[in-house]
Nanobody, 123 residues
Framework: HVQLVESGGGSVEAGGSLRLSCVAS?????MAWFRQAPGKEREGVAR????????DYADSVKGRFTISKDNAKNTLYLQMNSLKPEDTAMYYC????????????????????WGQGTQVTVS
């Protein structure tokens, strides 16, 4: 079983930035970030394919968020800029995720392992 530990969440003003980190106990071919706001379903935010170095993003965060990975540290990052109140949610790291080459869209059912989450609040 893969263990995932997120960090970097916090409270920021609109327009601010945060960088989330996720340290994985072992490598998986594809990883992603999800988020879930109160009363809403968990949604995919950004996905990173290790094999091809390919990424894809939810339309709501394109141009503002950047996903990346440090292979030596086995750590996944999510750089979040120009944050909006609508970005307020619990953010979850995900491993063993369906790669973009198989399907252009993804959701929670395509995830094998989850982190505990880190809270992001934008006011």
């Amino acid at each position: 079983h893969v263990q995932l530990v997120e960090s970097g969440g916090g409270s920021v003003e609109a327009g601010g930035s945060l960088r989330l980190s996720c340290v994985a106990s072992e490598s998986t071919p594809c990883m992603a970030w999800f988020r879930q706001a109160p009363g809403k379903e968990r949604e995919g935010v950004a996905r990173f394919d290790i094999s091809y170095g390919d990424t894809d993003y939810a339309d709501s965060v394109k141009g503002r968020f950047t996903i990346s990975k440090d292979n030596a540290k086995n750590t996944l990052y999510l750089q979040m800029n120009s944050l909006k109140p609508e970005d307020t949610a619990m953010y979850y790291c995900a491993a063993q995720v369906l790669p973009p080459i198989y399907r252009s869209t993804w959701g929670p059912k395509d995830v094998g392992y989850w982190g505990q989450g880190t809270q992001v609040t934008v006011s």
